[in-house]
C-alpha cells in the first residue's frame, strides 16, 4: 500500500474519528471538531506538497460475479486544487461556528453533521471509483437533509430538507442508473480506466448524466430547494450550500468531460446559461438577505456548469475556487450580522434577516462590515479581487472558444454579471447604508476573535493573489501554461465597466428607499415551488389515494364477492344436502315406515283375526291348486 | 459421531415448544423461548466455523431415507429426509434466528395465554428452520404449509380489533398458494423417475433438476405437447409455482392479505411476518420454480419482470397514501419484495445476488421498522400518522433509529438497502441492454419506486417527528417516555446489521457468491441468455 494511498483514507476517515471523540467529550465538541479539521488540513497540506497524483493501490470493497468494486483515488490537477479549498473553508466554518453556536442546544448533533459532511465531501473529491463516489455524493445529500433540517423545532425547517432531499433524490437515482449504464458500456466503475478508454458516452447515457448533477447543482429546474436550505444555521449555509456542497455537480461534470458527448456539453451550456441569469435575476427582488445570497450563488454555478459545456473546465474550476472563498465568506459575515444583531435588537420580533428591517449603521459593525464589502466586490467582479480574475478568464474562454454556443454563453455573462452588480449593491445598501431605523442598539460582539479570524482569512483569500501575482491577467498558478491571450479590448473593459456600474447602482439604490412592491414571479423563484407541487406532487398523491381505493374495492371487493359467493354456494349446497340427498334418504326411510305401519295393523293381537286370515289364506290355496 | 446440527436447529424449538406445554409458571415461559433462541444462535456460530473450514458450495447436509412406498407396477416412491445448508440457505437460516430470538424479546407486550403464545412461536420457529432447509420438495411442503397453523392462531388470538378477519385472509389466501404448489409437487414426482424394474420416484429437488430422469410419458416432459389455454404443461407448472410462491412474497395482486395481517398482528408476528415469512417466497422460487422450469421461467421473464415492477411502484404508491403506520411499512414491504422479482426477471448473476441480498437486507430493517412502530404503539394504542408531530423533542433517541430504519428502507448508500437494490438495478439494466430479457423501462420504473419511497418515509418524518411537540390524542405527554432500555436491546443489533451490510457487503457475498455461480451455470447458463 502507497503512502498516499494510507494517507488520503486517512484524510477521509479522521471526522470519523472526530465524531468518535465528541461522543466522548461531549463538552468540548465544538473544539475537539476544530481540532480535528486543523489536522486534517495539515495532513491535505503535506499530501498536496508531495505531488504525488498517481494512487495505483486500491483496496477490494466487495467482489461480485462480473464486477469487483475496489476503493481507489483518482487524483488530478482538479482534486489537488479542490481538496485544500474544502478543508479551509471546512476548517474556518468549524472555528466560526463556536461562536455563532455557543448558546444552541444540540451542538453534538451539529458538529458531527459538520464532521460527516466533510469526510463525505473528502472522500468525494478523492474517490476514483463511480459506486464509491455515488456513495458519498449520497452522504453529501444526507448531511446537507439533516443540517438543514437543524432547528427541528421549525416546521418550515423540515419542510425544507424535504424538499431538498427529494428534488436530489430524483436527480441521484437517475445519476446511478446512468453509473450503472456506464457500468455496462465501458465494463468498468474505475473513473480512470472510463477517461483513459477516451470513448465518448452513449447520448442517452450522458443526458442522464446531465440530470443526474442538476439538483445537487441547483441548476433550473430543480434549483428552488436552495433558496430555501437557508432555514439551516449561516456557517452550514456557507459551507454546504454555498462553497463545496453544491459545486458536486460542477466537479463530477469536470471530471466526465473528457468523455461527454457534443450534445450534453451544449445541455450543459445552456441550462448553465438561463440557471445564471435566472437566478441572477430572482436575486435582485429577494428582501431575505440569505436568499438574495442563495440566488447568486446559484446564478454563479450556472456559470461554472455552463463553462464545463464550452469544453473549458479549467474556467469553471477557477470560478469554483475563487467563488468557494467569496461566498463563503458572505455567508459567515451575513451570518455574523445576523447574530450580532439578534443579541442587539430592541425587540424579538423584529426579523434581521429582512433588509427592509436592517440599516445597521456600518460603523458599528466595522469588521463585519468591510470583510463583507470585499466579498462583495470580488462577487461583482471588481478589480484587484480574486473573482476579477476568474471571471475574466470565463469571458476570455468563451470568447476564445470555437465552441457554437460560446457566444450566446459570453453575452449571458456579461448579462449575469451586470445584474450581480446590481443586486450586490442593493444588499450592500440596504443592510448597512440605510436610514437608520432604530432597530438595533449598538452594542457589539463583533470582536470575538472566532468570529474574526475566519471573516479575516476568507477575505485575504478573496484578493488576485490566490490567482496569479499579476492583477490583471487570469493565468492561474497551478494551470499548464496554455497559450491563450485576453484580449486587450477585453481586459480594459472589464476593468472600467464593473467599478463604474458598481458605482451607479450604489448611487441609485443609496438614493431612494426600497421598493415594497417586488416582481412577484421573481420574488417566488419563477414559482417553480408552486410549480412542482402542482405538476408532480400533487399528482403522486392523487395516484396514491387512487390506488388505494381501488386496492379497497376492486381487489378486497373481488375477494370479498369470492367470499360472499362461496358462502353462498355452500348454503346452497347445504339446502340441496337437505332436501334433495337428504331428502331422498329420508323418503325411503319414510316409505318403508309407512309400509311398515301398514303391515303392523295385521300384528293386532286377536286370535280371531289370525283365524280369519288362516282360514281366508287357505281358501285361496285351495281354490289355486283345485284350478 | 458427528452431531446433525441442522436436525438440532428443527429439533431444539419442537422440544422447547413441548417443554413450555409441560412446565407453569407465568414467567418461565419467555425465559425458555429466550433460551431456545440463543440455543440456536449458539449452533449457528458453531455452523458458521464448520463452514469456514469447508471449501464446498454446500456447507453441511443430512440425509436419511424417510419412507417407501411401492407403486404397483410403475415403480416405487421413496422420500427422503434431506436437510442441506448452501449459500442461499445459510445467510437466510442466520438472519431467521437472529430475527426469531428479537421477536421473541418482543414478545413482553403479551399478557395473556402466554403458554399457548411461546409454544406457537417456536413451534413456527422449527417450521421455519425447517422450510429454509429442506431439500425434498415433500419435506419442504410439510414445513412451509404446517407454518399456517401458528401463523393463524397467533394472529386470530393476539391480534388487534378485526384479528379474525385478518386472521382467516391470510390463512385462506396462503392456502391457495399451497395448493397450486401441491399440483406442481404431484406432477413433478410423476415425472421425474431413476432407473428401471423399479423405477424410483422421488421428491428430491436434485433429480428434478436432471432432465435425463424426465420419464417419457411424463406429464411434464418437454416433448409433452398437450397443453392448457396455448401453454405447456411446463409453463403451467411454472405459473403455478409462480403464484404460489408470490402470494408468499406478496405480489400484485395477490398482497391484500399482507397490509390487514400485519395491522392486526401484534408487533413480535408482524417481524416475524415482514422479516421471515415472505422470504420463504422469494426462498421458494429460487430454490424450486427456477431450479426446475428455467426455460419456462426465462421465456417468461418479462411478465415476472413486470409484475415485479408492478408491486415496486403500486406498493410504494399505496405507502405514500397510507393513514396507517404499520400499512405504510405493510405496503413498503410489498414495494421492496417487488425487487426479488425483479432480480429473478433479469435473469444475471448480478441481479440474483441482488435478490438474495434483498431478502436478508429486508429482513432486518423490516424487523426494525416493525419493531419503532410497536414502540410508539405500546405507548398510545395509536398508530396515525396524523396524529402526532413533533415527536423528536420527547423521543429523540426513538427519533434516530427511526432515521436509519427509514434512511435504510430508502436505499441510503452506506446501508444495507442501497447495496441489495443496486444489485438488482445492474441485473435488471444489463438484462434491458443487448439482450432485452426485460425491457429497459423496468428498472426504470423501479427507480420511481425508490423515489417514492423516499418520499413516504421522509414526508412522514416531517408529519411525525419534526415541529413542536403535539398530539391529537387525549393523552399525557408523560406516557411519550423515550427508548426503554430493553427496545434499544432489539434495535442496536439490527442497526449495527444494516450498517455492516451496507458497508461491507463481502460478509454476505464470501456465502452467496459461490452459491450464485453453481446456480447460474444450472439454471442460466451462458448460453441460454446469450450471453
Same mark, same amino acid.
Given at each position: 500500500?502507497?503512502?498516499?494511498?494510507?494517507?488520503?483514507?486517512?484524510?477521509?476517515?479522521?471526522?470519523?474519528?472526530?465524531?468518535?471523540?465528541?461522543?466522548?467529550?461531549?463538552?468540548?465538541?465544538?473544539?475537539?471538531?476544530?481540532?480535528?479539521?486543523?489536522?486534517?488540513?495539515?495532513?491535505?497540506?503535506?499530501?498536496?506538497?508531495?505531488?504525488?497524483?498517481?494512487?495505483?493501490?486500491?483496496?477490494?470493497?466487495?467482489?461480485?460475479?462480473?464486477?469487483?468494486?475496489?476503493?481507489?483515488?483518482?487524483?488530478?490537477?482538479?482534486?489537488?486544487?479542490?481538496?485544500?479549498?474544502?478543508?479551509?473553508?471546512?476548517?474556518?466554518?468549524?472555528?466560526?461556528?463556536?461562536?455563532?453556536?455557543?448558546?444552541?442546544?444540540?451542538?453534538?448533533?451539529?458538529?458531527?453533521?459538520?464532521?460527516?459532511?466533510?469526510?463525505?465531501?473528502?472522500?468525494?473529491?478523492?474517490?476514483?471509483?463511480?459506486?464509491?463516489?455515488?456513495?458519498?455524493?449520497?452522504?453529501?445529500?444526507?448531511?446537507?437533509?439533516?443540517?438543514?433540517?437543524?432547528?427541528?423545532?421549525?416546521?418550515?425547517?423540515?419542510?425544507?430538507?424535504?424538499?431538498?432531499?427529494?428534488?436530489?433524490?430524483?436527480?441521484?437515482?437517475?445519476?446511478?442508473?446512468?453509473?450503472?449504464?456506464?457500468?455496462?458500456?465501458?465494463?468498468?466503475?474505475?473513473?480512470?480506466?472510463?477517461?483513459?478508454?477516451?470513448?465518448?458516452?452513449?447520448?442517452?447515457?450522458?443526458?442522464?448524466?446531465?440530470?443526474?448533477?442538476?439538483?445537487?447543482?441547483?441548476?433550473?429546474?430543480?434549483?428552488?430547494?436552495?433558496?430555501?436550505?437557508?432555514?439551516?444555521?449561516?456557517?452550514?449555509?456557507?459551507?454546504?450550500?454555498?462553497?463545496?456542497?453544491?459545486?458536486?455537480?460542477?466537479?463530477?461534470?469536470?471530471?466526465?468531460?473528457?468523455?461527454?458527448?457534443?450534445?450534453?456539453?451544449?445541455?450543459?451550456?445552456?441550462?448553465?446559461?438561463?440557471?445564471?441569469?435566472?437566478?441572477?435575476?430572482?436575486?435582485?427582488?429577494?428582501?431575505?438577505?440569505?436568499?438574495?445570497?442563495?440566488?447568486?450563488?446559484?446564478?454563479?454555478?450556472?456559470?461554472?456548469?455552463?463553462?464545463?459545456?464550452?469544453?473549458?473546465?479549467?474556467?469553471?474550476?477557477?470560478?469554483?475556487?475563487?467563488?468557494?472563498?467569496?461566498?463563503?465568506?458572505?455567508?459567515?459575515?451575513?451570518?455574523?450580522?445576523?447574530?450580532?444583531?439578534?443579541?442587539?435588537?430592541?425587540?424579538?420580533?423584529?426579523?434581521?434577516?429582512?433588509?427592509?428591517?436592517?440599516?445597521?449603521?456600518?460603523?458599528?459593525?466595522?469588521?463585519?462590515?468591510?470583510?463583507?464589502?470585499?466579498?462583495?466586490?470580488?462577487?461583482?467582479?471588481?478589480?484587484?479581487?480574486?473573482?476579477?480574475?476568474?471571471?475574466?478568464?470565463?469571458?476570455?474562454?468563451?470568447?476564445?472558444?470555437?465552441?457554437?454556443?460560446?457566444?450566446?454563453?459570453?453575452?449571458?455573462?456579461?448579462?449575469?454579471?451586470?445584474?450581480?452588480?446590481?443586486?450586490?449593491?442593493?444588499?450592500?445598501?440596504?443592510?448597512?447604508?440605510?436610514?437608520?431605523?432604530?432597530?438595533?442598539?449598538?452594542?457589539?460582539?463583533?470582536?470575538?476573535?472566532?468570529?474574526?479570524?475566519?471573516?479575516?482569512?476568507?477575505?485575504?483569500?478573496?484578493?488576485?493573489?490566490?490567482?496569479?501575482?499579476?492583477?490583471?491577467?487570469?493565468?492561474?498558478?497551478?494551470?499548464?501554461?496554455?497559450?491563450?491571450?485576453?484580449?486587450?479590448?477585453?481586459?480594459?473593459?472589464?476593468?472600467?465597466?464593473?467599478?463604474?456600474?458598481?458605482?451607479?447602482?450604489?448611487?441609485?439604490?443609496?438614493?431612494?428607499?426600497?421598493?415594497?412592491?417586488?416582481?412577484?414571479?421573481?420574488?417566488?423563484?419563477?414559482?417553480?415551488?408552486?410549480?412542482?407541487?402542482?405538476?408532480?406532487?400533487?399528482?403522486?398523491?392523487?395516484?396514491?389515494?387512487?390506488?388505494?381505493?381501488?386496492?379497497?374495492?376492486?381487489?378486497?371487493?373481488?375477494?370479498?364477492?369470492?367470499?360472499?359467493?362461496?358462502?353462498?354456494?355452500?348454503?346452497?349446497?347445504?339446502?340441496?344436502?337437505?332436501?334433495?340427498?337428504?331428502?331422498?334418504?329420508?323418503?325411503?326411510?319414510?316409505?318403508?315406515?309407512?309400509?311398515?305401519?301398514?303391515?303392523?295393523?295385521?300384528?293386532?293381537?286377536?286370535?280371531?283375526?289370525?283365524?280369519?286370515?288362516?282360514?281366508?289364506?287357505?281358501?285361496?290355496?285351495?281354490?289355486?291348486?283345485?284350478? | 459421531?458427528?452431531?446433525?446440527?441442522?436436525?438440532?436447529?428443527?429439533?431444539?424449538?419442537?422440544?422447547?415448544?413441548?417443554?413450555?406445554?409441560?412446565?407453569?409458571?407465568?414467567?418461565?415461559?419467555?425465559?425458555?423461548?429466550?433460551?431456545?433462541?440463543?440455543?440456536?444462535?449458539?449452533?449457528?456460530?458453531?455452523?458458521?466455523?464448520?463452514?469456514?473450514?469447508?471449501?464446498?458450495?454446500?456447507?453441511?447436509?443430512?440425509?436419511?431415507?424417510?419412507?417407501?412406498?411401492?407403486?404397483?407396477?410403475?415403480?416405487?416412491?421413496?422420500?427422503?429426509?434431506? +436437510?442441506?445448508? *448452501?449459500? =442461499?440457505?445459510? &445467510?437466510?437460516?442466520?438472519?431467521? @434466528?437472529?430475527? !426469531?430470538?428479537?421477536? /421473541?424479546? $418482543?414478545?413482553?407486550?403479551?399478557?395473556?395465554?402466554?403458554?399457548?403464545?411461546?409454544?406457537?412461536?417456536?413451534?413456527?420457529?422449527?417450521?421455519?428452520?425447517?422450510?429454509?432447509?429442506?431439500?425434498?420438495?415433500?419435506?419442504?411442503?410439510?414445513?412451509?404449509?404446517?407454518?399456517?397453523?401458528?401463523?393463524?392462531?397467533?394472529?386470530?388470538?393476539?391480534?388487534?380489533?378485526?384479528?379474525?378477519?385478518?386472521?382467516?385472509?391470510?390463512?385462506?389466501?396462503?392456502?391457495?398458494?399451497?395448493?397450486?404448489?401441491?399440483?406442481?409437487?404431484?406432477?413433478?414426482?410423476?415425472?421425474?423417475?431413476?432407473?428401471?424394474?423399479?423405477?424410483?420416484?422421488?421428491?428430491?429437488?436434485?433429480?428434478?433438476?436432471?432432465?435425463?430422469? +424426465?420419464?417419457? *410419458?411424463? =406429464?411434464?416432459? &418437454?416433448?409433452?405437447?398437450?397443453? @392448457?389455454?396455448? !401453454?405447456?404443461?411446463? /409453463?403451467? $407448472?411454472?405459473?403455478?409455482?409462480?403464484?404460489?410462491?408470490?402470494?408468499?412474497?406478496?405480489?400484485?395482486?395477490?398482497?391484500?392479505?399482507?397490509?390487514?395481517?400485519?395491522?392486526?398482528?401484534?408487533?413480535?408476528?408482524?417481524?416475524?411476518?415482514?422479516?421471515?415469512?415472505?422470504?420463504?417466497?422469494?426462498?421458494?422460487?429460487?430454490?424450486?420454480?427456477?431450479?426446475?422450469?428455467?426455460?419456462?421461467?426465462?421465456?417468461?421473464?418479462?411478465?415476472?419482470?413486470?409484475?415485479?415492477?408492478?408491486?415496486?411502484?403500486?406498493?410504494?404508491?399505496?405507502?405514500?397514501?397510507?393513514?396507517?403506520?404499520?400499512?405504510?411499512?405493510?405496503?413498503?414491504?410489498?414495494?421492496?419484495?417487488?425487487?426479488?422479482?425483479?432480480?429473478?426477471?433479469?435473469?444475471?448473476?448480478?441481479?440474483?445476488?441482488?435478490?438474495?441480498?434483498?431478502?436478508?437486507?429486508?429482513?432486518?430493517?423490516?424487523?426494525?421498522?416493525?419493531?419503532?412502530?410497536?414502540?410508539?404503539?405500546?405507548?398510545?394504542?395509536?398508530?396515525?400518522?396524523?396524529?402526532?408531530?413533533?415527536?423528536?423533542?420527547?423521543?429523540?433517541?426513538?427519533?434516530?433509529?427511526?432515521?436509519?430504519?427509514?434512511?435504510?428502507?430508502?436505499?441510503?448508500?452506506?446501508?444495507?438497502?442501497?447495496?441489495?437494490?443496486?444489485?438488482?438495478?445492474?441485473?435488471?439494466?444489463?438484462?434491458?441492454?443487448?439482450?432485452?430479457?426485460?425491457?429497459?423501462?423496468?428498472?426504470?420504473?423501479?427507480?420511481?419506486?425508490?423515489?417514492?419511497?423516499?418520499?413516504?418515509?421522509?414526508?412522514?418524518?416531517?408529519?411525525?417527528?419534526?415541529?413542536?411537540?403535539?398530539?391529537?390524542?387525549?393523552?399525557?405527554?408523560?406516557?411519550?417516555?423515550?427508548?426503554?432500555?430493553?427496545?434499544?436491546?432489539?434495535?442496536?443489533?439490527?442497526?449495527?446489521?444494516?450498517?455492516?451490510?451496507?458497508?461491507?457487503?463481502?460478509?454476505?457475498?464470501?456465502?452467496?457468491?459461490?452459491?450464485?455461480?453453481?446456480?447460474?451455470?444450472?439454471?442460466?447458463?451462458?448460453?441460454?441468455?446469450?450471453?
Amino acid at each position: 500500500m502507497s503512502q498516499s494511498f494510507i494517507l488520503v483514507s486517512l484524510i477521509c476517515c479522521l471526522p470519523f474519528a472526530g465524531m468518535l471523540m465528541n461522543l466522548w467529550l461531549r463538552k468540548y465538541v465544538a473544539y475537539t471538531s476544530t481540532f480535528f479539521l486543523f489536522i486534517i488540513n495539515i495532513l491535505v497540506f503535506y499530501f498536496i506538497n508531495q505531488h504525488e497524483t498517481q494512487i495505483e493501490t486500491s483496496l477490494i470493497w466487495f467482489k461480485l460475479q462480473s464486477f469487483s468494486i475496489e476503493l481507489n483515488y483518482y487524483i488530478n490537477r482538479d482534486s489537488i486544487l479542490l481538496l485544500p479549498v474544502v478543508s479551509i473553508i471546512s476548517f474556518l466554518v468549524h472555528v466560526f461556528s463556536i461562536g455563532y453556536m455557543a448558546y444552541e442546544k444540540s451542538l453534538s448533533r451539529y458538529f458531527n453533521g459538520l464532521l460527516f459532511f466533510t469526510a463525505s465531501m473528502l472522500l468525494f473529491v478523492c474517490a476514483g471509483n463511480l459506486i464509491v463516489i455515488f456513495l458519498a455524493w449520497e452522504c453529501l445529500g444526507l448531511a446537507s437533509y439533516l443540517l438543514i433540517g437543524f432547528y427541528r423545532e421549525k416546521t418550515e425547517a423540515g419542510f425544507a430538507a424535504l424538499k431538498a432531499m427529494l428534488l436530489n433524490r430524483f436527480s441521484d437515482l437517475l445519476l446511478l442508473s446512468a453509473i450503472i449504464l456506464m457500468f455496462a458500456y465501458y465494463q468498468s466503475f474505475n473513473l480512470k480506466e472510463i477517461i483513459d478508454s477516451q470513448q465518448t458516452l452513449p447520448q442517452l447515457v450522458g443526458w442522464m448524466l446531465l440530470l443526474g448533477v442538476l439538483a445537487k447543482s441547483a441548476q433550473f429546474p430543480l434549483m428552488n430547494w436552495l433558496p430555501s436550505a437557508m432555514t439551516g444555521p449561516s456557517p452550514v449555509s456557507a459551507l454546504i450550500h454555498a462553497a463545496t456542497m453544491v459545486i458536486a455537480g460542477v466537479y463530477l461534470m469536470i471530471r466526465l468531460s473528457p468523455i461527454l458527448p457534443l450534445s450534453v456539453l451544449h445541455g450543459l451550456t445552456t441550462i448553465g446559461s438561463l440557471t445564471a441569469l435566472l437566478g441572477a435575476l430572482a436575486a435582485t427582488q429577494q428582501f431575505d438577505v440569505k436568499k438574495i445570497l442563495a440566488y447568486s450563488t446559484i446564478s454563479q454555478l450556472g456559470l461554472m456548469m455552463a463553462a464545463v459545456g464550452i469544453a473549458s473546465p479549467q474556467a469553471a474550476m477557477l470560478h469554483m475556487i475563487s467563488h468557494a472563498f467569496f461566498k463563503a465568506g458572505l455567508f459567515l459575515g451575513v451570518g455574523a450580522l445576523i447574530h450580532h444583531l439578534e443579541e442587539n435588537r430592541v425587540n424579538k420580533e423584529i426579523n434581521v434577516q429582512d433588509i427592509r428591517n436592517l440599516g445597521a449603521p456600518y460603523k458599528s459593525y466595522p469588521y463585519t462590515f468591510y470583510t463583507i464589502l470585499i466579498f462583495s466586490l470580488a462577487l461583482c467582479g471588481i478589480p484587484f479581487t480574486s473573482g476579477f480574475l476568474s471571471k475574466e478568464y470565463l469571458l476570455t474562454q468563451a470568447w476564445n472558444s470555437k465552441n457554437s454556443l460560446s457566444i450566446f454563453y459570453f453575452v449571458f455573462i456579461i448579462l449575469t454579471s451586470t445584474i450581480t452588480v446590481i443586486y450586490t449593491t442593493r444588499l450592500i445598501v440596504y443592510t448597512f447604508f440605510n436610514k437608520s431605523k432604530e432597530n438595533f442598539n449598538s452594542a457589539s460582539s463583533e470582536k470575538k476573535p472566532v468570529f474574526l479570524f475566519p471573516l479575516i482569512a476568507l477575505s485575504i483569500a478573496s484578493f488576485w493573489w490566490i490567482i496569479n501575482f499579476n492583477p490583471f491577467h487570469a493565468d492561474f498558478y497551478f494551470f499548464s501554461k496554455t497559450t491563450f491571450t485576453t484580449p486587450v479590448w477585453l481586459t480594459i473593459g472589464s476593468t472600467l465597466f464593473f467599478p463604474v456600474l458598481f458605482f451607479l447602482a450604489f448611487r441609485y439604490f443609496n438614493s431612494r428607499d426600497i421598493s415594497n412592491s417586488p416582481n412577484q414571479l421573481l420574488l417566488q423563484g419563477f414559482a417553480l415551488d408552486n410549480l412542482q407541487q402542482k405538476l408532480f406532487v400533487q399528482p403522486t398523491l392523487f395516484i396514491g389515494n387512487l390506488f388505494l381505493s381501488i386496492e379497497k374495492k376492486w381487489i378486497d371487493g373481488f375477494i370479498h364477492v369470492m367470499a360472499f359467493a362461496t358462502v353462498l354456494f355452500s348454503h346452497i349446497i347445504s339446502f340441496l344436502d337437505y332436501w334433495l340427498v337428504d331428502g331422498l334418504v329420508r323418503m325411503t326411510y319414510k316409505a318403508s315406515y309407512t309400509l311398515g305401519g301398514w303391515v303392523r295393523v295385521s300384528r293386532s293381537g286377536y286370535v280371531q283375526h289370525y283365524l280369519f286370515w288362516f282360514l281366508f289364506t287357505a281358501v285361496l290355496f285351495i281354490i289355486w291348486v283345485l284350478f | 459421531m458427528e452431531l446433525p446440527l441442522l436436525t438440532l436447529l428443527i429439533l431444539i424449538p419442537l422440544l422447547g415448544a413441548l417443554l413450555i406445554l409441560l412446565v407453569n409458571g407465568d414467567t418461565l415461559f419467555q425465559r425458555l423461548a429466550l433460551a431456545v433462541g440463543l440455543l440456536q444462535v449458539l449452533l449457528f456460530g458453531v455452523i458458521l466455523f464448520k463452514t469456514s473450514l469447508n471449501s464446498n458450495t454446500i456447507y453441511l447436509s443430512e440425509k436419511v431415507n424417510w419412507f417407501t412406498l411401492p407403486l404397483g407396477k410403475s415403480g416405487i416412491l421413496q422420500t427422503h429426509y434431506h +436437510l442441506l445448508l *448452501d449459500g =442461499l440457505s445459510l &445467510p437466510l437460516i442466520g438472519m431467521s @434466528i437472529l430475527v !426469531l430470538l428479537i421477536a /421473541t424479546l $418482543a414478545s413482553q407486550e403479551i399478557t395473556n395465554k402466554k403458554k399457548g403464545y411461546f409454544s406457537l412461536l417456536l413451534l413456527l420457529n422449527a417450521s421455519i428452520m425447517g422450510s429454509f432447509m429442506a431439500q425434498d420438495f415433500l419435506l419442504f411442503y410439510l414445513f412451509f404449509e404446517f407454518m399456517l397453523l401458528p401463523m393463524y392462531f397467533l394472529i386470530g388470538i393476539w391480534g388487534g380489533k378485526r384479528r379474525e378477519y385478518a386472521s382467516i385472509k391470510f390463512f385462506l389466501y396462503t392456502l391457495l398458494g399451497s395448493l397450486l404448489i401441491l399440483v406442481v409437487l404431484i406432477a413433478l414426482y410423476m415425472s421425474y423417475g431413476q432407473g428401471a424394474n423399479p423405477t424410483v420416484y422421488s421428491f428430491s429437488f436434485d433429480m428434478a433438476q436432471q432432465s435425463n430422469l +424426465l420419464q417419457a *410419458d411424463a =406429464l411434464l416432459h &418437454p416433448n409433452n405437447f398437450s397443453g @392448457i389455454g396455448g !401453454l405447456s404443461l411446463r /409453463t403451467w $407448472a411454472f405459473i403455478f409455482l409462480f403464484i404460489g410462491f408470490g402470494i408468499k412474497l406478496p405480489m400484485f395482486p395477490f398482497h391484500t392479505w399482507l397490509p390487514d395481517a400485519h395491522v392486526e398482528a401484534p408487533t413480535p408476528i408482524s417481524v416475524i411476518l415482514a422479516a421471515i415469512l415472505l422470504k420463504i417466497g422469494g426462498y421458494g422460487l429460487l430454490r424450486i420454480a427456477y431450479p426446475v422450469f428455467p426455460s419456462e421461467a426465462l421465456q417468461l421473464s418479462f411478465w415476472v419482470g413486470l409484475v415485479g415492477v408492478i408491486s415496486i411502484v403500486y406498493g410504494a404508491w399505496c405507502a405514500l397514501a397510507s393513514k396507517d403506520l404499520k400499512k405504510l411499512i405493510a405496503y413498503s414491504s410489498i414495494s421492496h419484495m417487488g425487487f426479488v422479482l425483479l432480480g429473478l426477471a433479469s435473469a444475471h448473476a448480478e441481479g440474483i445476488a441482488g435478490v438474495i441480498y434483498q431478502m436478508i437486507s429486508h429482513g432486518f430493517i423490516s424487523a426494525m421498522l416493525f419493531l419503532l412502530a410497536g414502540v410508539l404503539y405500546v405507548r398510545t394504542h395509536d398508530r396515525k400518522i396524523a396524529h402526532y408531530s413533533g415527536l423528536h423533542q420527547v423521543m429523540p433517541v426513538y427519533f434516530s433509529f427511526v432515521l436509519i430504519a427509514f434512511f435504510a428502507s430508502l436505499g441510503m448508500p452506506g446501508l444495507s438497502g442501497f447495496m441489495a437494490e443496486f444489485f438488482v438495478l445492474t441485473g435488471a439494466f444489463m438484462a434491458g441492454g443487448s439482450q432485452a430479457i426485460i425491457p429497459f423501462v423496468f428498472p426504470m420504473l423501479a427507480l420511481v419506486g425508490i423515489l417514492l419511497s423516499a418520499g413516504y418515509y421522509l414526508w412522514t418524518i416531517q408529519r411525525m417527528f419534526m415541529g413542536t411537540f403535539h398530539t391529537s390524542l387525549s393523552i399525557e405527554k408523560s406516557v411519550f417516555t423515550d427508548l426503554s432500555s430493553q427496545e434499544k436491546m432489539m434495535l442496536v443489533p439490527l442497526a449495527i446489521l444494516v450498517f455492516v451490510l451496507g458497508l461491507f457487503p463481502q460478509v454476505i457475498l464470501q456465502y452467496i457468491n459461490p452459491f450464485i455461480e453453481q446456480w447460474m451455470s444450472v439454471v442460466f447458463p451462458a448460453s441460454a441468455i446469450g450471453l
